[in-house]
Nanobody, 129 residues
Framework: VQLVESGGALVQAGGSLRLSCAASGLTFDDTTFAWFRQAPGKEREGVSAISPGDGRSVYADALKGRVTISTDNAAATVYLQVNNLKPEDTALYYC???????????????????????WGQGTQVTVSS
C-alpha cells in the first residue's frame, strides 16, 4: 500500500491550497481515508475523513467551513481543499487509510491515529502572516 501526498506549499494568510493523496495497493471503495496534520511540538490531529464507498465525510470542528474533503474514485485519489489559510494551519499534513469499514458515524473514533493502518510521508503547508 502506498499513499503519496502532494500539494503542500508556502502561502500567504487568506490563501487556499488543495492537497492530494494518491492511493495504491488497496481497494479504494472499501477504505476509509483521512487527513491529519502535525505542527512542530504538537500532537497529530485529525482534520477530516471520508468513506469513498458511501461518500460519508466528517470534519474537525475547528476547521469546519474552511476545509472540504473529496475523492476521485477512478483515480484513487483523495483531496483536501483548505481555504482562508491561517498561520496556525502551518503543519505537515498526512494522508491516512483504514481497512476498518463504517466508523465515521462515531465521532470519537475517526480522529484517532490508531484507527489507521497506512500513512503517507506528509506534505508541508506553511502559512505566512
Amino acid at each position: 500500500v502506498q499513499l503519496v501526498e502532494s500539494g503542500g506549499a508556502l502561502v500567504q494568510a487568506g490563501g487556499s491550497l488543495r492537497l492530494s493523496c494518491a492511493a495504491s495497493g488497496l481497494t479504494f471503495d472499501d477504505t476509509t481515508f483521512a487527513w491529519f496534520r502535525q505542527a512542530p511540538g504538537k500532537e497529530r490531529e485529525g482534520v477530516s475523513a471520508i468513506s469513498p464507498g458511501d461518500g460519508r465525510s466528517v470534519y474537525a470542528d475547528a476547521l469546519k467551513g474552511r476545509v472540504t474533503i473529496s475523492t476521485d474514485n477512478a483515480a484513487a485519489t483523495v483531496y483536501l481543499q483548505v481555504n482562508n489559510l491561517k498561520p496556525e494551519d502551518t503543519a505537515l499534513y498526512y494522508c491516512a487509510a483504514s481497512r476498518t469499514p463504517r466508523f465515521l458515524s462515531r465521532p470519537t473514533l475517526w480522529p484517532r491515529t490508531l484507527m489507521y493502518d497506512y500513512w503517507g510521508q506528509g506534505t508541508q503547508v506553511t502559512v505566512s502572516s
